[in-house]
């Protein structure tokens, strides 16, 4: 007998199977276009052609080889950032402190290389790694400690650390830290150039990349594919019934928001030692909270991130060419993706119940 094919849109077991996959990529795909579409009636409003304005978009984030390189460079601190916001998740706690942890991680990374003037860069770059991630993370695991053991909201407690975190940089940087030679702008003193960790050969893209897919795969990895990522997720279904099993919940919390912020602190390190060159005001970018959104888009998934992270470094890397061209202004890709934030959320009711998805005629 002759095997007969069964179209997948028409076998209930296909969508029954899969469509819990499709609906996490095609709501997301469907909250995305939705903002576009109402971010180009907003553009129209001001006398713009939206067609002109997606295809400067395109332009500047994917259309030649250097906004791939300016795009990429983008979005290897939204990756990492994401995770901070990711990996809580799988416990059921909503971190959105990833930018405080970057400015941590960067103060602590810098503050380390200034200690050791005659190391050799290996060395001064590995302690900074080391030091930016355990800022951070220390600095995420203060939120987890307030919720696990005070009852504090991690949301309020790791926003207001934000805040926190940026008061303590610019105390540092104006005062103790500030280089005497930066009259216009308080900064620390430079790193030293052989101390940046430069960039990817045959490319304008820096390691930070490197470090941020290898942080999500091996994201991906621990939450998915192993015991303590099976217990976190146990603990974020229900966590009296992984009290009940003998999970020690308190332990999850604790280790989960310091990867959390090591991932975010290592962020804050990439900035200094690959761009700035040394620490001040200019490292409070946004990608902390631009993490966010790239973390509710992949619906908190490791992998899911590093495409999203790319979407939206591209849209960022996009502002400066709406702006010569379109005479837009530079932060008009910031309104986007508030819209872009608000559909996401809108879009998080419409999982489960999209009727075909589950085999329903």
Same mark, same amino acid.
């Given at each position: 007998m002759e095997a007969v094919a069964i179209a997948?849109?028409?076998?209930?077991?296909?969508?029954?199977?899969?469509?819990?996959t499709i609906e996490y990529i095609l709501i997301p795909g469907a909250a995305l276009a939705g903002a576009l579409v109402v971010f180009g009636i907003f553009v129209a409003l001001f006398g713009k052609n939206p067609l002109d304005l997606y295809f400067y978009m395109y332009q500047g984030?994917?259309?030649?080889?250097?906004?791939?390189?300016?795009?990429?460079?983008?979005?290897?601190?939204?990756?990492?950032?994401?995770?901070c916001t990711a990996l809580p998740a799988q416990l059921g706690m909503v971190i959105i402190g990833g930018e405080g942890a970057l400015l941590i991680?960067?103060?602590?990374?810098?503050?380390?290389?200034?200690?050791?003037?005659?190391?050799p860069p290996l060395a001064v770059q590995c302690a900074m790694a080391a030091a930016g991630m355990i800022g951070g993370g220390l600095w995420i695991m203060l939120s987890g400690g307030l919720r696990q053991?005070?009852?504090?909201?991690?949301?309020?407690?790791?926003?207001?650390?934000?805040?926190?975190?940026?008061?303590?940089l610019n105390h540092l940087v104006e005062g103790a830290m500030r280089d005497p030679a930066s009259l216009n702008k308080p900064s620390?003193?430079?790193?030293?150039?052989?101390?940046?960790?430069?960039?990817?050969?045959?490319?304008d893209v820096h390691w930070g990349l490197v470090?941020?897919?290898?942080? %999500?795969?091996?994201?991906?990895?621990?939450?998915?594919?192993?015991?303590?990522?099976?217990?976190?997720? !146990?603990?974020? /279904?229900n &966590?009296?019934?992984?009290?009940?099993?003998g999970l020690s919940v308190g332990k999850l919390i604790m280790t989960v928001c310091f990867l959390a912020g090591a991932s975010a602190g290592l962020a804050g390190m990439v900035e200094v030692a690959a761009v700035q060159g040394r620490t001040n005001a200019n490292l409070a970018a946004g990608y902390g909270f631009t993490g966010i959104l790239v973390a509710f888009l992949s619906r908190q998934n490791p992998l899911a991130i590093i495409p999203v992270a790319i979407l939206l470094g591209g849209i960022? %890397?996009?502002?400066?060419?709406?702006?010569?061209?379109?005479?837009?202004?530079?932060?008009?890709?910031? !309104?986007?993706? /508030?819209? &872009?934030?608000?559909?996401?959320l809108a879009s998080d009711a419409v999982y489960g119940r999209i009727g075909f998805l589950k085999g329903k005629s």
């Open positions: 997948p849109s028409a076998d209930p077991g296909f969508l029954q199977r899969h469509g819990a984030a994917f259309g030649t080889w250097f906004s791939w390189q300016n795009t990429l460079t983008r979005a290897a601190p939204l990756i990492l950032t994401a995770l991680g960067a103060l602590s990374a810098t503050s380390i290389a200034l200690t050791m003037p005659s190391a053991y005070r009852g504090v909201n991690e949301t309020i407690s790791s926003l207001l650390l934000v805040y926190i975190g940026l008061a303590i620390t003193r430079e790193i030293g150039a052989a101390n940046m960790i430069g960039s990817i050969p045959g490319t470090f941020g897919l290898i942080a %999500a795969l091996a994201s991906y990895v621990l939450i998915y594919h192993t015991t303590f990522g099976f217990a976190a997720r !146990v603990a974020g /279904g &966590i009296r019934a992984a009290k009940i099993v960022g %890397a996009s502002g400066g060419l709406l702006q010569r061209r379109l005479g837009l202004p530079d932060a008009s890709v910031q !309104v986007l993706q /508030g819209i &872009i934030f608000v559909f996401v």
